[in-house]
């Protein structure tokens, strides 16, 4: 069938682009022609083989030019058909367009302010919204998730939400963003998880580069920690609780960003843990996108939101799929509901940090390995148990053997093929 013409869609979204779908030849030319003499902003043109395109009913050959717009349609189609998700992204504009312009005061400042919020509310919802989440334990994963659902149940086009890992994402782009969303949990002592540790370290190094140019983005972040963990009341909690997420945000003010709405937080001190806080800044989220009124609750890529407790109930008397997925010799890692199953068996899985960039590099998998804890009742060890633990240590995990505060022992760094 046809390229798709996703990137064309998308490449709609924003003002002053010239945007263009052509089978090569003639027409091509023409269309080459109108671009290269487009000076308001960049031109995107899609070229395709004729044999490819023509008579394919998925196909629909179009220019869109803002020079048009004072006098006629920027966008027209050539022949009668036009592909289903341009015609769902021209209805959707125009319903934008007449509702946030015609029936609501230009200016948000005009008239009243749920008029005003609403009027914002739909120029938000007409761009693209990026959603950057960063996790060891899911978590900030599915409320990210959980985002990237309702924008899309929202009215948003599918090719317009995208939801992914901090590392997934480059940081040069981030000036050519409209909206980035970020859902961040803390690890360790203040520090970001694995999957965003290498975003916050290259935002950092290229800080200067990046200042003054993220005045057109606007971001938003939600943070999860535990105002706890250090202890009750304690200088290294209140240093520490959602500490990634307030320097993210702190150095995102810095590079010239504008904030959409207040950061949030979700403290697992809540008595529904971080979902409290979550529920309360995502009302505000999606109030301030036009998207309050969707139900997300369909299937979409992402998968479902599912709590540590609903897991705990579907893994058949905590069996999951864990024999698979430490059967399968494909991969290193086990899949993500697993990953909550093997907790419950005093284990985690993690990748080595260190190597993630080369890996990535090299287009293969993070280097990940298990943590494993030992039963040690009573916190007591003979000369014959260490002896025999530290050469388990020695022969499948990295040499390291770790004494916890739950009176035992854990080894760390053993891959895959040696958890039985």
Known sequence: GPASQAQALRAMEYSEVYVAASPMGDAAKKVLAEASGFAAGPSVVLLAAP???EGHKAWTSFTYDPR??????????????????I???????????????????????DGAGDAGDLSQGLADASKTVTVL???????AEECGKAIARQCRGGGFATSSVRCGTLDSFDVGALAGEALVVFCVATAGKGEFPGNGRGFWEKLNARASELQGTLGGMRYSVFGLGDSHYWGKGTEESRINFAKPARELDELMQKL???RLIPSGYGDDQDVDQYHTGFGEWKSQLYSRLGVDKADAAGGEDDGPVKSDEVIKIETNQLRGTLKAALDDVTTGQ??????????????YQQDDR?????????????AFSFMIRVRLPAGYCTAEQWLAMDDTCQRHANGTLKITTRQTWQFHGVVKRDVK
């Open 51 to 53: 044999a490819v395109v």
């Open 256 to 258: 010239g960003a504008q």
């Open 354 to 366: 260190d190597l993630r960039e080369e890996r990535q590099k090299l287009g293969i998998e993070n």
């Open 68 to 85: 048009r717009e004072a006098t006629s349609s920027a966008f027209i189609a050539e022949g009668g058909e036009v592909r289903k998700e």
């Open 133 to 139: 989440y960063t996790s060891d334990t899911g978590h």
């Open 334 to 347: 086990v899949p993500f509901h697993d990953t909550k199953v093997v907790k419950f068996h005093g284990s």
């Open 87 to 109: 015609q769902a992204f021209l209805d959707r504009e125009n319903l934008l367009t007449l509702v946030a312009k015609r029936s609501l005061p230009a200016d948000p400042t």
